[in-house]
């Protein structure tokens, strides 16, 4: 198993920018399919982006296109999720999850490793 830890949330004022980071440590000896969702609060968890083991491919929420870009250091395992022009309703806490040799796939059910998830709030 992989363990995930985010980092890089915190408080923004509308059309700022944060960098989002998730590391993975633990069983790294495969290669990881790494997303984001965030929850707002009394909603469900959503999808936001993901990124495939090998980095070749991508999907975004519509939420997050054109704003959101997410990449990945393979060799360090870890995914980046670089959020520009942050809306009020983008506040929520974002969490990072992995699938073992996974493709960029969006439903929350495909990833078995979570991270402990970082607070975004933007203010308007």
């Known amino acids: 198993q992989v363990q995930l830890v985010e980092s890089g949330g915190g408080l923004v004022q509308a059309g700022g920018s944060l960098r989002l980071t998730c590391a993975a440590s633990g069983r790294t000896d495969s290669s990881y399919a790494m997303a984001w969702f965030r929850q707002a609060p009394g909603k469900e968890r959503e999808f936001v982006a993901a990124?495939?083991?090998?980095?070749?491919?991508?999907s975004y929420a519509d939420s997050a296109k054109g704003r959101f870009t997410i990449s990945r250091d393979h060799d360090k395992n870890t995914a980046f999720l670089q959020m520009n022009s942050l809306k009020f309703e983008d506040t929520a806490v974002y969490y990072c999850g992995a699938r073992r040799w996974g493709t960029a796939a969006r439903p929350l059910s495909e990833y078995h490793s979570w991270g402990q998830g970082t607070q975004v709030t933007v203010s308007s």
């Open positions: 990124i495939s083991w090998s980095g070749g491919s991508t």
